[in-house]
């Protein structure tokens, strides 16, 4: 998978040398995307395991960078919650299933931590009707947890910024929005 990101935020939060976590915003060429041939993924990644989840389109990335762009500069209370889902078809060694997986993405200043700001980032999976179609109650899983709590605001709105520049492109781009 080739893609390309713009929107990164990194950071260490564990043994010093070790990798950083991140949240990135990426986008993939996809001749068959509603947006003009560009699929947008959400990256979450701690030192040891990372997955990636497509956003709705141009629109739900505009979503999350507005809701970064919105985290107030100075100490005030902000929350927004984003909302992802995509469904998979996988072949497990019992057969194949439908895997779906949900997130949630929380961006905002927390208030029993000084309001300061963060990302948290929670998925689980689901897998309907039973492993391997055995019309079993499905199965469900939680996924990776992916926490900042103390994001350099300044440096997130930037990134924001940049990505939002991204989604506009130049006038004649599908993405652009009029």
Do not use: K, N
Not at 50 to 76: I, Q, Y
Not at 115 to 129: A, E, I, N, T, V
């Amino acid at each position: 998978m080739y893609f390309e990101q713009v929107f990164t935020y990194a950071w260490r939060d564990g043994p010093a040398g070790r990798q950083p976590s991140v949240l990135s915003v990426a986008h993939e060429p996809d001749p068959t995307a509603p947006d003009g041939g560009r699929r947008w993924i959400l990256l979450a990644g701690t030192p040891d395991f990372s997955e990636t989840l497509a956003f709705d389109g141009a629109e739900h990335v505009r979503e999350f960078a507005r809701a970064v762009l919105d985290l107030p500069p100075e100490p005030a209370p902000y929350e927004r919650r984003l909302l992802f889902s995509e469904t998979v078809r996988r072949t497990l060694p019992s057969g194949p299933t439908e895997e779906t997986r949900y997130a949630t993405l929380w961006v905002g200043r927390d208030p029993e931590e000084e309001l300061r700001g963060f990302f948290s980032y929670q998925s689980y999976y689901s897998l309907s009707g039973g492993i391997g179609g055995t019309g079993g109650t499905g199965m469900t899983a939680l996924g990776l947890e992916v926490v900042c709590d103390d994001v350099d605001v300044s440096r997130a709105r930037a990134g924001a910024r940049e990505l939002l520049a991204e989604l506009e492109g130049p006038a004649d781009s599908p993405d652009h929005a009029a």
